[in-house]
Nanobody, 121 residues
Framework: QVQLVESGGGLVQAGGSLRLSCLASGNIISTYVMGWYRQAPGKQRDLVAAITSSGRTNYAESVKGRFTISRDDAKNTVYLQMNSLKPEDTAVYYC???????????????WGQGTQVTVSS
């Protein structure tokens, strides 16, 4: 079992930056694929970024060049650095842990509770 707790969300103006953190407990995450998903009202939950245990990354096209996912296994923490934020980035952001490096949210059995990110124009 892995328990995940996100933090770092908030309200920011367009063009600003936020860094989300996801602290894991229960099991060390060094062997897990870690992902960040987001869900806006009325929309499905989509992958934002994922990172494997070896550091391989995958990003949604809409965030490439603006967002960076990273992990610090010694701290059991995954980060999402978000720069040049846009109003369309507004969503609840979720951290997830799994074993498969694919986009489908069903591949991730462990989820955090989510943190709200709101970008004002």
């Amino acid at each position: 079992q892995v328990q995940l707790v996100e933090s770092g969300g908030g309200l920011v103006q367009a063009g600003g930056s936020l860094r989300l953190s996801c602290l894991a407990s229960g099991n060390i995450i060094s062997t897990y694929v870690m992902g960040w998903y987001r869900q806006a009202p009325g929309k499905q939950r989509d992958l934002v970024a994922a990172i494997t245990s070896s550091g391989r990354t995958n990003y949604a096209e809409s965030v490439k060049g603006r967002f960076t996912i990273s992990r610090d296994d010694a701290k059991n923490t995954v980060y999402l650095q978000m720069n040049s934020l846009k109003p369309e980035d507004t969503a609840v952001y979720y951290c997830a842990a799994g074993r498969l490096f694919i986009r489908m949210s069903s591949a991730y059995p462990f989820w955090g509770q989510g943190t709200q990110v709101t970008v004002s124009s």
